[in-house]
């Protein structure tokens, strides 16, 4: 399992959430609030996938926020 640990400050949970919602399908992911991070879970077949689907997920997650931040 890979765990992302998204930063409140710099992550809109809107945009995590949308996030989750394209990547779900290529990964089982568990999101999770801890603090001040939004935590997510990725589980998939193999290290390598896992690792990707985060880091996408993660890229995703912050253009999405930068995008409502301009708005």
């Not at 765990?3 to 959430?17: C, F, P």
């Not at 991070?37 to 077949?45: D, E, Q």
């Amino acid at each position: 399992m890979t765990e992302l640990r998204l930063h409140r400050t710099l992550y809109r949970g809107t945009a995590v959430d949308e996030a989750i919602k394209v990547y779900g399908s290529y990964a089982t992911l568990e999101q999770a609030e801890e603090g001040d991070h939004w935590v997510v879970r990725v589980s998939s077949t193999s290290p390598a996938r896992e690792r990707r689907v985060a880091r996408e997920l993660a890229n995703t997650a912050l253009g999405l926020t930068v995008v409502a931040h301009g708005r």
